[in-house]
């Protein structure tokens, strides 16, 4: 009898899981995929005739290996150029003159702008600066009277400083109104 009921079990079992699929909504089904006939690719197209592969040596292999690595390390560089961030400017130098003192006293040898002549680039601006204990002024130009209008600082008392920047290239003479012996020179490349 046992084996009966062992029968009818299984059977029972059967016949609830035939139940539970016919229950089952079509939706929730798994539908096998269909593939279109243009979609099918035959196997043989997809690997080479045997003739057409050629055994590779190992130079080869390594001279491409050499020529990628080579080519990643072009475009490392080139991004790295791309994403580098321009140079900032160079603000313009000064220079300074200096008026030292006792230079409205013409003597042999005497400094009268220290230095006398010297050598920027455009963009630089020439500070003087009045050392001395009387009034001196830095125009441009020659003396005694051809000041040529480029700059003039007026008169200058002790302590006082002028600037200009030279914007242009060329040679600029110049001299102190009050003290004519007073001469230097800006040359400007």
């Known amino acids: 009898m046992n084996f009966a009921y062992g029968v009818i079990a299984i059977v029972g079992v059967l ?17 096998p995929r269909m593939i279109p006939v243009e979609e099918m690719v035959v196997v043989s197209e997809l690997t080479p005739e045997p003739e057409a592969v050629e055994e590779e040596s190992i130079d080869d292999i390594v001279m491409e290996e050499e020529m990628m690595m080579q080519e990643t390390m072009e ?39 220290d230095p006398q ?47 200009f920047t030279f914007a242009t290239a060329g040679s600029q003479d110049y001299y102190c109104i009050f003290h004519p012996w007073m001469v230097g020179t800006v040359n400007v490349s």
Do not use: C, R
């Open 15 to 31: 016949a609830a899981i035939i139940l539970g699929f016919i229950a089952v909504a079509p939706d929730d089904i798994i539908q």
């Open 75 to 113: 475009e490392e560089i080139m991004m790295k150029e791309e994403i580098e961030e321009p140079e900032p400017e160079t603000l313009p130098m000064a220079l300074t003159v200096s008026i030292p003192e006792g230079a409205g006293i013409p003597e042999d040898g005497q400094i009268f702008y």
């Open 117 to 163: 002549v010297i050598d920027v680039t455009i963009g630089t601006t020439v500070i003087w600066e009045n050392l001395d204990n009387t009034v001196h002024t830095v125009t441009s130009g020659k003396p005694p009277v051809d000041a040529d209008g480029v700059f003039d600082s007026e008169m200058m008392v002790a302590g006082d400083v002028f600037e």
